[in-house]
């Protein structure tokens, strides 16, 4: 029973920490991918408007880079306080992988953005753009060993276990296991449309309090332009991702769709729209169905077979499968709603044709995008739940059980740890809303030209030499 208590609450405490960590490096990647697009469109038509993009954004990138470092501090170190068994049994992959986002990425990250943010006026303005550069493709690298690492616990390949630890045969399989592709482009994509919705939304609302808006209008079109394209392209990943899931992880693609009772040979799959999933009596209580779609959904076929969760022991099943189902649709649902509000904006303002005083008069718009602020976050959290939850009860698919990798200590220490990180967590957060608003409510630099570089004064001293 004390085993039980203690991997319940490591579950619940590494849950914690992920759901709050995640929030910031996803706008750390989108917002740095947007500085070093503003700073190249400034350097190329020398259009100052894109300087003090550049500039005021920069401030928020900063703020949040801070926030995402101490935030996933405790998350390396639960690996050996409280999954021991994890790191002993998977350690030379996961161990390496790990290491190699500390030495790439963060490093990379950490090293330029204090030129990134102390550079203007000091260094020359194509050395300002590398350093932006740098701090961008630092994030992106993090991204994708986090994403290896992940992906690979879901579909693990290229290793054998030998004394009970994994032993890599084929590092090359192992980083590029068959969930990789779609677990990296399906999350950087979600980072990118986190913070493209952040800068549309904090830009709709000056707008919609007629704040700077000539400020807040250029920005809003540059995301805008971003998002009709990025929306749509998601969805598809996301599409092809959930195909990936029903071939690679069955079990979690019958839970996520409240699919019980695998198909007959010749017949089609049916797709509940909403359901109520029961495990103790491996039906739904009710279902609201549409005949044969899940087939199509699943397979992209018209009688596809899709494994019901009965194929499946009640062992291996996916625990807390209200919670799975709902968090997939709330995921998929906020996708639509975004691809729907951005080709409708971009409908707007071709319509309006770039005239400023009709879109302020796109109230009922600029309104609905200061409402969207939370939803890619949600949406973030919702598909980590998909992902997580729905991979139980492994936390190495198929070879590893989660009750097999938690730590024996003491489940007092785990609850003290707990309510440690929450409420350090919760100093963060309230010290991020302070000086974010701060921030928002000083608003962009009012002086369109930016401040002179040493460019002039490194060519008189090669002059003089």
């Given at each position: 029973m004390q085993l039980t208590n203690v991997l319940d609450l490591s579950r619940a405490q590494?849950?914690?920490?992920?759901?709050?960590?995640?929030?910031?490096?996803?706008?750390?990647?989108?917002?740095?991918?947007?500085?070093?697009?503003?700073?190249?469109?400034?350097?190329?038509?020398?259009?100052?408007?894109?300087?003090?993009?550049?500039?005021?954004?920069?401030?928020?990138?900063?703020?949040?880079?801070?926030?995402?470092?101490?935030?996933?501090?405790?998350?390396?170190?639960?690996f050996g306080t409280n999954?021991?068994?994890?790191?002993?049994?998977?350690?030379?992959?996961?161990?390496?992988?790990?290491?190699?986002?500390?030495?790439?990425?963060?490093?990379?990250?950490?090293?330029?953005?204090?030129?990134?943010?102390?550079?203007?006026g000091r260094v020359p303005r194509g050395v300002h753009l590398f350093a932006t550069s740098m701090v961008a493709l630092g994030s992106s690298i993090s991204a994708f060993w986090i994403m290896v690492a992940n992906s690979w616990m879901q579909t693990?390949?290229?290793?054998?276990?030998?004394?009970?630890k994994i032993v890599v045969t084929d590092y090359a399989a192992a980083i590029f296991n068959p969930d990789m592709v779609w677990g990296v482009t399906h999350m950087w994509l979600a980072a990118i449309e986190t913070g493209m919705f952040v800068?549309?939304?904090?830009?709709?609302?000056?707008?919609?309090?007629?704040?700077?808006?000539?400020?807040?209008?250029?920005?809003?079109?540059?995301?805008?332009?971003?998002?009709?394209?990025?929306?749509?392209i998601q969805i598809w990943l996301g599409d092809s991702s959930g195909g990936s899931v029903f071939r690679t992880q069955p079990a979690k693609g019958a839970a996520i769709e409240g699919h019980w009772v695998t198909n007959a040979p010749g017949t089609a799959a049916s797709w509940s729209l909403l359901a109520w999933p029961n495990q103790k009596t491996q039906s739904n209580d009710w279902s609201l169905e549409v005949p044969g779609m899940l087939s199509m959904l699943a397979t992209h076929t018209l009688h596809g077979e899709v494994k019901g969760l009965k194929d499946f022991a009640p062992a291996d099943q996916p625990p807390m499968l209200p919670l799975l189902y709902y968090a997939f649709r709330v995921m998929a649902g906020i996708g639509f709603l975004f691809m729907v509000l951005a080709l409708w904006s971009a409908y707007v303002f071709r319509k309006t044709r770039g005239n400023l005083e009709q879109l302020l008069a796109q109230r009922k718009l600029l309104l609905a995008w200061?409402?969207?602020?939370?939803?890619?976050?949600?949406?973030?959290?919702?598909?980590?739940?998909?992902?997580?939850?729905?991979?139980?009860?492994?936390?190495?698919?198929?070879?590893?059980?989660?009750?097999?990798?938690?730590?024996?200590?003491?489940?007092?220490?785990?609850?003290?740890?707990?309510?440690?990180?929450?409420?350090?967590y919760v100093v963060l957060l309230i010290t991020f809303f302070v000086l974010a608003r701060n921030w928002l409510r000083a608003g962009p630099d009012p002086s369109p030209t930016p401040p002179s570089t040493i460019e002039a004064d490194v060519a008189a001293t090669v002059t003089e030499y």
């Open positions: 590494f849950a914690m920490t992920a759901i709050f960590h995640i929030l910031w490096p996803i706008l750390t990647i989108s917002l740095s991918a947007f500085l070093v697009l503003v700073e190249a469109l400034w350097l190329r038509t020398g259009n100052h408007a894109y300087y003090r993009q550049a500039r005021f954004w920069g401030k928020l990138l900063v703020l949040n880079f801070a926030v995402g470092v101490v935030s996933g501090i405790p998350m390396e170190f639960q999954w021991a068994g994890f790191s002993r049994y998977s350690g030379q992959f996961f161990g390496n992988i790990l290491g190699f986002e500390g030495a790439m990425a963060f490093m990379l990250e950490a090293g330029f953005i204090g030129v990134m943010m102390l550079g203007w693990p390949a290229g290793v054998t276990v030998e004394n009970g800068i549309a939304g904090i830009s709709a609302w000056n707008l919609f309090r007629r704040r700077n808006v000539e400020f807040f209008a250029h920005s809003f079109r540059i995301v805008l332009l971003i998002l009709v394209f990025v929306a749509p200061v409402l969207c602020i939370p939803l890619p976050y949600v949406a973030v959290e919702a598909g980590w739940i998909v992902r997580e939850v729905g991979r139980q009860p492994w936390v190495v698919y198929g070879l590893l059980r989660t009750r097999d990798a938690v730590s024996t200590v003491a489940a007092s220490s785990v609850t003290l740890s707990m309510a440690m990180f929450f409420a350090f």
